[in-house]
Structure formats: C-alpha cells, structure tokens
C-alpha cells in the first residue's frame, strides 16, 4: 500500500527566511531573558528597561541599524542597559528600606538582573548543547507571544502576535521549528564561530558550517578565467549589451572558494555586483530585492566594508523613488534638506547627496559645503595611522570630486574656477565629456558654433566612451546643434535634428543617474531653465505680456535664491524684455535700470543683443514722448535719444550676428528703419540688409547637420563594437 506523498510545508511570509543567522538566535535569547517565565519571582523590570531593550532588538531585527552586529558589541550594549536598571532598582528599593518597608521579592530580584552572556556562551560550548538550545529557545520564544483568541488572558504574554516584533518572533520560531538535524547542527556551529568559541575537536563534519555552491554551476578554480568573465562583464556593460552582462558575472563568480568563509563573502560581493547592475540599468524593483538581501548577508557575515556600499545603493533607492514627482508649474528652494535626505557613511555618498540636494532645491553656495565634507571623510592629512586605517576610502574618485566642483563653479558663473578644476579632473570618459561640454557652451555663447562642434566631437571626447556616457554625448550634440538652427530659423536642420534625434536620457528622481527609459522627473535646477527657455520662447513668438511676465519673475526668483548667476542675468534680460512692452508710466525706465544692473556680467551673445535691444527700445520711447510734447520740449533731448537708439541698434546687430541669431539680427534691423523713416532719412539700404536676412537660413548649415548625424551614428556602431 502506498503512501500519500507528504505536504511541503508552507514557507513563511516576511523578512525572517532561511538560512537562520547567529544574530536572529541571539535576539531571541535577548527576548527571553527579558521576560523570564520560570524565575521564582520573576525580577520586576521598569518600564524605560524593557524599552531600551526592545528598541535594541527591533534595530537589528527589522535591519534599520547605522552598521554590523557583532556579539561582543550586542552584549556591551545589553549590559549598559542592565547596569542602569539594576542602579534604579537599587535606588527604588533602597528608599523603601530607609522608609522601614519591606521590599517585594520580585523588585529585590531586580537588583541582580543581567544580560546572562557567559550562560549564552556555555550553550554552544560543544555543538550538541547548542542543538539542545536551539530546540529549547524555539518553544520559550512561543511561549511570550500571545495566542490566537478574542478572551483576555489572566497573564497575557509580552508580545502581542500581531505587533511588529510579534509577528518577526513568530516567524524566526516557525523557521526553527523547520530545521533538520544537519541544519540545527550547522546553526549551533555557526552561532558558536559568530560568539568567537569554535565547535571543538570532536564535532563531526556535518557539524560544521559549510557553503554549498548554487545548484547547477560549474566550479572555476582558475583566477585566470575570472579575470577574462570579469573583462568580458565590463565590456558588454560599456556597449549596452546587458544579458551579456548578466552572463558575464555569472560566469565570474562561478567559483567554489576553498574555505566557506571565502564563500559567504563571495555570497554578498554577488550580490552588491547584482544590486548595482540593476540600478544602474534602471531596474529599480530588482535592484531594490537584491540589495535588502544583500544587507541581510553582509550583517551576518560581518563584511562592514560591503555592507557601507550596500547602505549607499540602498539610500540611494529609497531617495530616488520615495520624492514625488516635481511640478514644473510650482518650483521651489529648500534650505533645510537634512531631515530628507539620509546621512553620508562615505565620500562618494557626499558627492551623490549634494547631486539630490540641488535636484530638491537646495541652493548653490549653500550645497558646496558638501564638497569640502567629503574631502574631511577621507582623513588624508592624519597622522600616526598605517595605510589601511587611513585610506579606508582609498576607492574615492578624485576626477568625480574635481568635476563635482567645476559644475557647481559652472553653475555660479566662474569660468576661470570651472575650467581649473575640469583641467585636475583626469582622464576619465565621463570628466573628458563634462570638461569638452564646458568648452563648447563657452564657444556657443560668443557665437563660435565651429569650435563648439569641434569640442564635443574630437578623438579625445568620445575614445573609449561606454553607452551611458554616449548618450549623454549624444545629447550635448543634439542641443548644441538644435540652438544653432533655432538661432539661424533654420527649419531644415531642425527638421532633421528632430528625425534623428532619439527620446533623451532622463533622472527618475533626486540624485539619480541619467536612464533612457526612466520617467521623466524635473529637478528644481532644470525647471529653472526650462522656465527661462519658455519665456524667451514667448517673447520671441510676441505673445502677450501678461502670459510671460509671471513666468519670468519666477525664473528670476529661483535663479536668485538658488544662486545661478548666469541663469538670473538671462532672466533679467528676459524681464526687461516684458517690462519695455508694458505700457505704462516709467515701465521703460524700470527695463532701463534691470539692464544696467547685470548688462558688465552677460558673457553671452545673444543675451548682450537681447539687452542691447531693450536698451534701444529705451530710447525710442523716450525720443517718441519728446517729439509729442511739441516745438517747446526742447530739441536736444530728441535728438540725443535718437542718436543713442542708433548706437544701440549697431551694437545689438553686432551681437546677434555674433551670435547667428537671425530672428535677433531681423528685429534690429526694423527697428533701425523705424528710426530712418521717424528721422526723414533713406531706409532702403536697411531694408535690403532686412530682405536678406529674411530670405531663409544658408543650405550649408542643413548639410552640416547631416554629415554631424551620420557622425553620431557611427560612433554609436564603434560604443555597441566595444571599441574593437
């Protein structure tokens, strides 16, 4: 007669899952000695003690705490909390002995409470008691959790099943419950090696902790063959071909280290690699799932170095996805970011939170305080320390640090600072494109689109790039070359930058990296600009003042208090702009003032031509009202504005071919005809010079267009060749 095959028993829901860790054991001896049930009288604890201890073990147990646990450092902080319990205890009994009362047996016994270490430490003395421990711990773990039933108990037991720390401890006893033999005999070992005892000569092999490789993979013993998975990984990363990627690792830590220590820190190196290859990808799910089980390992295993890297990815996640979404409509400037943001365990997480904090707002000068604290993480000027204690950050990228600051100097409008700082960043492809991307908005700004083109597109800029640092090479080449054609009103070349031209790398949240597939999110910085891009877009369509007045006194405001100088002087311009199309008393005179109060520091062409032709708008008012005031305003006030109109108009002309700015060059150019046809004088030169202009954009800038395409695309054929 055959038997019904058994039922597999169900495997429990939540955050406790096998293997069991030495940390989880013990907790749960924390637990029972908290609450004692066969103490003949139990010690009456107070109720700040059995606070602090619970806090102690829901830190660890639910992994919210700032680093590994060790058994010695659990038992230094349970005595702490036990000394100061028997002192109050001490105290409180003491009053009532002056007092002549009699002390309760149970508040007698709590002047020798204790965390009971060397009882722990005597269970796992040989590995068969440790076995008899475990058995034994799993039954009084359940027996201080209430049980299933609407009635009140007469003695209800210390946790509440469906409290947080009730249904954790119920879990890790469903988990023990499950263990085999081997199984509880390996936990005991392994509880013993985490107490620093070991499991003793007579143990028997079985007994030991022992790694088993994942079912299913071959064993490479070879360090030769991991270093060429290891250089097959990076290539396949660098060229977009993650399923090679994936491969690649795989076949890198297909390896059976000799020791099984070996092994579990090969266990949470994977993992960390994994977790970092999905988030970089944009597999936020799944580098989320993979990087939690990662800190798990790296707590029980002890890697505190693997676990700060863990931490940081982690951080990371949780402020990319948890910061909603920014309205473009309502930006805003945060001051106190601290309480947001989470704290930096190392330099690099400096770096990446200064990132998020100006993408939630935080302005400039304030940010760049975060430059200097990761430099102070390094501890580089300590002295009477070896070099491993010192260089505990010795992986801390300089370029990164360097190029950090040349955007943040960038940002505030100092050229001189920004192009030093690009110059020490290194020789990295990311540093290379940020440095030749500084060069060729400077070339942009004075008009010199050539040497702006031929900055991002040199040998230099784009040898070695990998696919993500492409796509952001890609974009500065198509903005560069769509500004051009915008300048130009060359609808050709923007028709062919639009065909070619693929959805643009975006950052799912603060801090985040740039994903082709992520969502789009606005940061506070880049919904400045985009602001100020939507005014200048407006006034050159003459739309309505009041549709463009708010918008540009909120670029304007965020500019100011977010210190992006160069941005506050495009948007004082731009203000001007709508101020001298007011009509209104002294509007005029207001446009004339915000003009000459940033009109020494514009660096850009265009924006001098912009200003230049407010300037000349200035005056043509004012020569207009002196004319209509009749023969007895006095001649010399016409004339002169007249004269300073003209002058304004020859300059603004200037900047705006400077700039290639036809729509700009057009406009200066009625204007000088409204003046010669105001003045009697002949206009038709001027209009010749405005026909031309009119006539459409040069057929050789569309040419160039193409063959810049074509560039682009067969430099993306050499990125997904792995530069072969």
């Given at each position: 007669?055959?038997s019904?095959?058994k039922k597999?028993?169900p495997?429990p829901?939540g955050r406790?899952?096998?293997p069991?860790?030495p940390?989880q054991?013990?907790?749960?001896?924390?637990l029972?000695?908290l609450f004692p049930?066969?103490?003949?009288?139990?010690?009456v604890?107070?109720t700040a003690h059995?606070a602090?201890?619970?806090?102690?073990?829901?830190?660890?147990?639910f992994e919210v705490s700032?680093?590994?646990?060790?058994?010695?450092?659990l038992c230094?902080?349970l005595?702490?909390?036990?000394?100061?319990e028997?002192?109050?205890?001490?105290?409180?009994n003491?009053?009532?002995?002056a007092?002549g009362?009699?002390v309760?047996?149970?508040?007698a016994?709590?002047e020798e409470?204790?965390s009971r270490?060397?009882e722990?430490l005597a269970h796992?003395?040989q590995?068969?008691?440790?076995c008899?421990?475990?058995?034994a711990?799993?039954?009084?773990?359940?027996?201080?959790?209430?049980?299933?039933?609407?009635?009140?108990p007469?003695?209800?037991e210390p946790l509440?099943?469906?409290?947080p720390?009730?249904?954790y401890?119920?879990?890790l006893a469903?988990?023990l419950?499950?263990?085999?033999?081997a199984e509880?005999?390996a936990?005991?070992?392994?509880v013993?090696?985490?107490?620093?005892?070991?499991?003793?000569p007579?143990?028997?092999?079985?007994?030991?902790?022992?790694a088993?490789a994942p079912a299913?993979?071959?064993?490479n013993?070879?360090?030769e063959?991991?270093?060429q998975a290891?250089?097959?990984y990076?290539?396949a990363?660098?060229?977009?071909?993650?399923?090679?990627?994936?491969?690649?690792?795989?076949?890198f830590?297909?390896y059976?280290?000799?020791?099984p220590?070996?092994?579990q820190?090969?266990?949470v190196h994977?993992?960390?690699?994994l977790?970092s290859?999905?988030y970089?990808?944009?597999?936020?799910d799944?580098?989320?799932?993979?990087i939690e089980?990662a800190?798990?390992?790296?707590?029980?295993?002890?890697e505190?170095?693997?676990l700060?890297q863990?931490?940081?990815?982690?951080?990371?996640?949780?402020t990319e996805?948890?910061?909603?979404i920014?309205?473009?409509?309502a930006p805003?400037?945060a001051?106190a970011l601290?309480a947001?943001?989470?704290?930096?365990?190392?330099?690099?997480d400096?770096?990446?939170?200064?990132q998020?904090?100006?993408?939630l707002?935080?302005?400039v000068?304030v940010?760049?305080?975060?430059?200097?604290?990761?430099l102070?993480r390094?501890?580089?000027?300590a002295?009477?320390?070896d070099?491993k204690?010192?260089?505990w950050d010795?992986?801390?990228?300089f370029g990164?640090w360097?190029?950090?600051?040349a955007?943040l100097?960038?940002?505030l409008g100092?050229d001189?600072?920004a192009q030093h700082?690009?110059?020490?960043?290194g020789?990295a492809p990311?540093?290379?494109l940020g440095?030749s991307?500084?060069?060729a908005?400077k070339?942009?700004d004075t008009g010199d689109f050539?040497?702006a083109?031929s900055?991002l597109l040199?040998?230099d800029t784009v040898?070695?790039?990998a696919?993500?640092t492409?796509?952001?090479?890609?974009?500065a080449?198509?903005?560069?070359?769509?500004?051009?054609?915008r300048l130009?009103?060359?609808?050709e070349?923007?028709?062919?930058?639009?065909?070619a031209?693929?959805?643009a790398p975006?950052r799912?949240g603060p801090g985040?990296?740039?994903r082709v597939?992520?969502s789009?999110?606005?940061?506070?910085v880049?919904?400045?600009?985009a602001a100020?891009d939507t005014?200048?877009e407006?006034l050159d369509?003459?739309?309505p003042v009041h549709?463009?007045?708010p918008?540009a006194?909120l670029a304007?405001?965020l500019?100011a208090?977010?210190?992006?100088?160069p941005?506050?002087r495009?948007?004082?311009?731009?203000?001007?702009?709508?101020?001298?199309?007011?009509?209104a008393?002294?509007a005029a005179?207001k446009?004339?003032?915000?003009?000459?109060?940033?009109a020494?520091?514009?660096t850009?062409?265009?924006?001098?031509?912009?200003?230049?032709l407010?300037r000349?708008q200035v005056?043509?008012?004012r020569?207009l009202?002196a004319?209509?005031d009749?023969?007895?305003?006095?001649?010399s006030?016409s004339?002169?504005?007249?004269?300073?109109?003209?002058?304004?108009?020859?300059?603004a002309?200037a900047?705006a071919?400077?700039?290639?700015?036809?729509a700009?060059?057009?406009r200066s150019?009625?204007?000088?005809?409204l003046?010669a046809?105001?003045?009697?004088?002949?206009?038709?030169e001027v209009m010749?010079?405005?026909?031309?202009?009119g006539?459409?954009?040069?057929a050789?800038g569309?040419d160039?267009?193409?063959r810049?395409?074509?560039?682009?695309?067969?430099v993306?054929?050499?990125?997904?060749?792995?530069?072969a």
């Amino acid at each position: 007669m055959s038997s019904s095959p058994k039922k597999k028993a169900p495997q429990p829901s939540g955050r406790v899952v096998d293997p069991i860790t030495p940390v989880q054991v013990a907790l749960a001896w924390a637990l029972v000695v908290l609450f004692p049930d066969v103490a003949d009288p139990p010690p009456v604890s107070s109720t700040a003690h059995v606070a602090g201890v619970l806090q102690l073990i829901a830190l660890e147990a639910f992994e919210v705490s700032d680093g590994r646990l060790t058994f010695d450092a659990l038992c230094r902080q349970l005595d702490r909390l036990y000394a100061k319990e028997r002192r109050a205890a001490r105290r409180r009994n003491d009053k009532l002995r002056a007092r002549g009362q009699p002390v309760p047996l149970g508040m007698a016994a709590a002047e020798e409470v204790s965390s009971r270490r060397d009882e722990f430490l005597a269970h796992f003395a040989q590995v068969s008691d440790g076995c008899a421990f475990i058995g034994a711990i799993e039954r009084e773990v359940r027996n201080r959790i209430s049980e299933s039933t609407d009635e009140l108990p007469d003695t209800p037991e210390p946790l509440d099943r469906r409290s947080p720390l009730g249904l954790y401890f119920r879990q890790l006893a469903l988990a023990l419950r499950r263990l085999s033999f081997a199984e509880t005999s390996a936990l005991a070992a392994a509880v013993a090696q985490w107490a620093g005892l070991s499991p003793g000569p007579s143990a028997p092999a079985w007994a030991r902790p022992v790694a088993a490789a994942p079912a299913g993979l071959r064993v490479n013993s070879t360090v030769e063959r991991r270093e060429q998975a290891m250089v097959a990984y990076e290539q396949a990363r660098d060229s977009g071909d993650y399923s090679g990627a994936l491969a690649a690792m795989r076949r890198f830590y297909d390896y059976q280290p000799p020791s099984p220590a070996s092994a579990q820190s090969q266990r949470v190196h994977a993992l960390l690699s994994l977790a970092s290859f999905h988030y970089a990808t944009g597999g936020l799910d799944a580098a989320r799932s993979v990087i939690e089980e990662a800190i798990r390992n790296a707590r029980s295993q002890g890697e505190s170095q693997c676990l700060q890297q863990c931490m940081s990815i982690y951080h990371r996640l949780t402020t990319e996805t948890n910061v909603p979404i920014l309205s473009t409509d309502a930006p805003r400037v945060a001051q106190a970011l601290e309480a947001r943001l989470p704290k930096a365990a190392t330099a690099a997480d400096d770096l990446w939170l200064l990132q998020a904090a100006l993408d939630l707002g935080e302005p400039v000068h304030v940010a760049f305080r975060r430059v200097y604290a990761a430099l102070s993480r390094l501890d580089v000027f300590a002295d009477g320390k070896d070099d491993k204690e010192r260089n505990w950050d010795r992986d801390f990228d300089f370029g990164a640090w360097h190029a950090t600051q040349a955007r943040l100097w960038g940002m505030l409008g100092s050229d001189t600072l920004a192009q030093h700082h690009w110059a020490q960043a290194g020789d990295a492809p990311g540093t290379r494109l940020g440095a030749s991307c500084a060069r060729a908005d400077k070339a942009a700004d004075t008009g010199d689109f050539e040497s702006a083109l031929s900055a991002l597109l040199e040998w230099d800029t784009v040898r070695g790039m990998a696919v993500d640092t492409y796509h952001a090479w890609t974009e500065a080449v198509w903005a560069l070359l769509e500004r051009r054609a915008r300048l130009a009103q060359d609808d050709e070349s923007l028709t062919v930058i639009a065909r070619a031209r693929p959805p643009a790398p975006t950052r799912a949240g603060p801090g985040a990296p740039a994903r082709v597939q992520s969502s789009t999110r606005l940061q506070t910085v880049d919904a400045v600009r985009a602001a100020l891009d939507t005014v200048l877009e407006r006034l050159d369509a003459h739309a309505p003042v009041h549709l463009v007045l708010p918008r540009a006194l909120l670029a304007l405001q965020l500019a100011a208090d977010l210190s992006l100088w160069p941005v506050y002087r495009q948007a004082a311009v731009a203000l001007a702009e709508c101020l001298v199309r007011i009509d209104a008393a002294d509007a005029a005179s207001k446009a004339a003032e915000v003009v000459d109060g940033v009109a020494d520091a514009l660096t850009d062409e265009e924006t001098r031509a912009r200003a230049e032709l407010v300037r000349a708008q200035v005056e043509l008012a004012r020569a207009l009202d002196a004319d209509a005031d009749g023969p007895s305003m006095s001649t010399s006030i016409s004339t002169g504005a007249w004269d300073a109109a003209v002058a304004h108009l020859d300059r603004a002309e200037a900047h705006a071919r400077a700039a290639r700015a036809r729509a700009l060059v057009c406009r200066s150019l009625q204007l000088r005809a409204l003046v010669a046809d105001a003045r009697g004088e002949d206009a038709a030169e001027v209009m010749r010079a405005w026909e031309a202009e009119g006539a459409g954009a040069d057929a050789d800038g569309a040419d160039e267009t193409r063959r810049v395409v074509a560039l682009v695309g067969r430099v993306g054929v050499r990125v997904a060749q792995g530069w072969a």
